[in-house]
């Protein structure tokens, strides 16, 4: 392996990348509208188990393959498959995150570029009606593609920069200036919204709620929030210097990603509810929805450009972790300069990427498994989504924590995360083992059913 710049500068620099990573759409979009349309307070209450007992362990599990292997995903798995004396098939633990990334950069670049196109709408104050703006935005291929290529474009050019030029910097002003963001948004939700409504939905648990759908959904929210089994923690991991504690990181990691999603559900909800808008409208909660309440208070156009803004942001820290273990393989397989590798993959990305683009308008009539009844109205959007959320990542988080649990020595364990055992390594060892692949096994066999 090349000798090249891998390690992070500090445990502050790397948690803000890791945050950063975990942080995204799944946060400020996809999270309120899950609460919105699975009861709200039952929701969350799941939800939060659900990040502590399954998406944590999973998180460390990971971070550790990255370290103990210490190269890009499939590299590191297969050095610690050997140094554990197993198969080297366990490899494909590795080559499962660089798949998961690739895909997923192909179809985030385009739908983090919609935040890009709603940004330059906010001056107007999103005139006319929200929901024909969006249908029509959604079938303009031209500025998707656009939008679709600033973003791969900021990404790449960050990547191509290097852990400490270009990561390091990027999120050492990204992340501050998402914090504020969202403390000024949730300020004007409190003065413009009904924040005690808001609060009441999001903390007011009503047991009757409590589904097995529900449980299902927080599960898989859970698990996709935190960012785990795409290859990106493990590209991070492999990064981080041998004194930064795995446990108490990982702990850090996961609780500031849900923080951030339960605050976006304070920025959000309070609006829904002083505008009169339907918390369970669904994915089109951030688009079709919210544009109504920012169309309505004062300074809305101001707001609605911040609340875009944010995301945006939020979306760009995401594609730059998912871009690194694809560009880590590079360099490593292929000894290429790290500028190429990005140039190559972001050109590949594009043109992959227009397939999710032209789903929404010219292409939005093609169905390629139109034959099989549980894809027959699946475009090819649909497809890549369906086949990251509902079958690569729960299969990756599986194969991550038998890997780890069952395959790797227990005082190996010990040894890599600085502990010399006690409960609170029992505990963990015991989820990584039994819990979280049993949750992660139902949310796959229920998706896949």
Known sequence: MATRERTWSSRIVFLLAAIGAAIGLGNIWKFPYEAGVSGGGAFVLVYLLCVFLVAIPILVAELFIGRAGGGSPPLAAGALARSQGRASAWAGVGWMGVLVSFIVVSFYSVIAGWALGYIVRAPSGFAGDPGENFAAFLSNPWELMFWQLVILAVSVGI??????????????????????????????????????????????????????????????????????????????GAYMPKDVPLASSSLVIGSADTCVALLAGFMIFPLVFAFALDPAEGPGLIYVSLPYAFQAMPAGGFVGALFFTLLAFAAVTTVIAALEPVVAYGEDRFSLSRPVICAVSGALLFIIGLGTVFSFSIWSHIKPLAAIEMFANHTIFDLLDYSVTNVLMPLGGVLIAVFVGWRVKPEDLRAEFGESGGRAFWLWLQLIRYVAPAAILAVFWVNVK
């Not at 191509?160 to 910097?169: D, K, M």
């Not at 939700?189 to 009904?194: F, Q, T």
């Not at 924040?195 to 939905?201: D, E, Q, S, T």
């Not at 903390?203 to 529900?214: G, L, Q, T, W």
């Open 159 to 236: 990547v191509a920069g290097g852990i400490r030029r270009g990561v390091e910097r990027a999120v050492k002003v990204l992340m501050p200036s998402l914090a504020v963001m969202l403390v000024v948004l949730i300020a004007c939700a409190a003065i413009v919204g009904d924040f005690a409504a808001g609060a009441r939905f999001l903390f007011a648990v009503d047991f009757s709620k409590v589904s097995a759908e529900v449980v299902l959904e927080a599960i898989g929210q859970a698990f996709f929030s935190v960012g785990v089994a795409g290859g990106l923690m493990m590209a991070y």
